[in-house]
């Protein structure tokens, strides 16, 4: 029905491509390609540090092109429409683009890390396996290591992902979403089948997350196929025109529209397929497996950067096109934060491994950052963007953190380890409360600031029943925060305890950018949350 409405001789326009305003992206990619090429021609001896320098060189430009943007207005007076409808440039855009470029820059530098592990054959050794396409404990993988090989791949991989999430948010039709979810999407499910150690259980998790990735897929997938039925577009904006009633009508509109099953049923799964993505539940079950199988960096990038990302598009996806449904929608979405809320900060007080309990307490997070997307307003726009930037640096550095705790099997996650590791290093134990502490909500961190944010939008937005499961829900999580610092620092060191491995430039960088994020946003928020106000408003 559709294909015969849109026949017609010029159904095919010249495309019009502004390249300027999607200059973050097209910095990204070019880069990502010429660090293929790189892997390709290059001599194993130099790849990496030819890597690194493109990697950090590249997310640095790219960011300058966000900044460039924003200053000529580009997220406030001259936010527009891009690439044919495809891509919108506003001020969420660019603050969501520049916040995930700063953690990829972050996470190059704990990738590149390569002082952790002792030396193996006389070579420096990184988190990744030698050879990631041979089998775990083969005889092609002894090879690789006593050759001393590295997985230099992993900075490409990681500027793809960056590349797809730069274009998740922004995106202005439902295929561009798709095709963003699946770039950003493939890179990670690689990168968490590379671990050094534990090899099996890296693959394992990528296999979780490459499996439930792809049933979030088909349903994002099969959603989109849906709203097309009954909007006869894949655009935002028309789409948004058709459920307000103020499209044009035409006969194939008259048909669709008459029945709303397919818009509902469409919404909930897109909406399904986006909350895989944040960890919502009750689609978080992959999140503790991978998150503890995955090696370390991509772990803490992976948190940080997705979740920024995946919180975008769905913001712009329920301010944008279905303001109108917005009685429809936020029940659903009210019982989804709660029980995120909820579960996630429960199930983390059973935790006795590190990361898994920073997953649940990711999951936990979802639901607190899911409060202010269900403010339905300007302030709730700013307070998660705000969120978003705070949390991801507080993960990103705690993550940094849990790669220095390190015995003889590699990195010692079990929290028995942990204990009085205060003595034995004070300071990463610090560094480590400080992080902590961010996550409880503890004043004179970012996390309270954005606990705060999103809480006050939530109220001001009529849920303060929502409000009052998110501050239990924090009283509950800062249970396990302070039982962690109380271990650190009031529990005798075990004699075969961990020791704290002394890290290079690179990740003693990532924690200090970290802690000084931390406690900005905590001291001095202000600033920072006018800049996310003023980049609060969707282009339509």
Request: glycine share 10%; hydrophobic share 55%; with cysteine.
């Amino acid at each position: 029905m559709w294909a015969q409405a849109a026949a017609g001789p010029d159904r095919f326009p010249t495309p019009h491509i502004e390249y300027a305003q999607l200059s973050p992206v097209l910095i990204v990619f070019g880069v990502a390609c010429v660090g293929i090429l790189a892997e390709a021609f290059l001599p194993r001896r130099n790849r990496y540090t030819a890597q690194v320098v493109l990697s950090v060189v590249g997310l640095a430009a790219a960011f300058a092109a966000v900044i460039a943007l924003a200053e000529k207005g580009y997220g406030t007076t001259k936010a527009h429409i891009a690439a044919m409808g495809a891509v919108a440039v506003d001020g969420p855009t660019l603050f969501l683009q520049g916040t995930i470029l700063l953690v990829a820059v972050v996470a190059v530098l704990t990738f590149a890390e390569r002082r952790l592990d002792p030396m193996a054959h006389g070579r420096h050794v990184d988190s990744f396996a030698a050879q990631g396409s041979a089998v775990p404990g083969s005889d092609q993988e002894k090879a690789a290591v006593r050759a001393g090989f590295t997985s230099t791949e992993v900075f490409p991989l990681l500027l793809f992902a960056v590349g797809g999430m730069l274009i998740f948010p922004a995106a202005n039709d439902l295929l561009t979403l798709f095709v963003a979810l699946e770039v950003f999407s493939l890179p990670l499910y690689i990168l968490c089948a590379l671990a050094r150690r534990n090899r099996l259980m890296s693959q394992e998790a990528a296999v979780k997350y490459f499996l439930l990735g792809a049933f979030s897929s088909a349903f994002l997938l099969f959603g989109i196929a849906l709203l097309y039925g009954f909007a006869g577009s894949v655009s935002y904006g028309q789409i948004s025109r058709v459920i307000d009633g103020t499209a044009p009508m035409t006969p194939a509109l008259a048909n669709t529209t008459g029945n709303d099953a397919l818009l509902l049923i469409g919404l909930a799964m897109v909406t399904v397929g986006l909350l895989f993505k944040v960890g919502a539940v009750p689609f978080h079950m992959w999140t503790p497996d991978v998150y503890q199988g995955a090696p370390t960096p991509v772990t803490g990038f992976m948190a940080a950067a997705t979740k920024v990302a995946a919180f975008g598009a769905l913001l712009r996806l329920l301010y944008v096109v279905l303001p109108g449904l917005r009685w429809d929608w936020r029940p659903v979405l009210w019982g989804v934060a709660i029980a995120t809320m909820v579960i996630g900060a429960v199930i983390a007080v059973t935790q006795t491994d590190v990361k898994r309990l920073l997953a649940y307490s990711s999951v936990a997070h979802a639901g607190f950052i899911l409060a202010g997307v269900l403010a339905t307003s300007r302030t709730g726009v700013s307070s998660v963007l705000f969120y978003l930037a705070a949390y991801s640096f507080v993960t990103l550095g705690a993550f940094a953190v849990v790669t220095l705790v390190r015995d003889a099997g590699g990195e010692a996650t079990h929290l028995s380890r942990w204990a009085g590791l205060g003595r034995r290093s004070p300071l990463v134990a610090a560094v480590f409360a400080v992080f902590l502490l961010a996550f409880a909500g503890i004043p004179l961190t970012s996390g309270f600031a954005g606990k705060f944010a999103v809480f006050k939008a939530a109220a001001q937005g009529g849920a303060m029943p929502l409000v009052i499961v998110g501050v239990i829900s924090s009283a509950i999580a800062a249970f396990f925060y302070v039982r962690v610092i109380v271990l650190m620092f009031f529990s005798e060191p075990k004699v075969d305890g961990p020791s704290v491995a002394v890290p290079s430039p690179l990740t003693s960088t990532a924690i200090a950018i970290g802690v000084a994020v931390t406690l900005v946003l905590g001291l001095a928020p202000q600033y920072f949350l006018d800049l996310a106000d003023k980049a609060g408003v969707f282009v339509r």
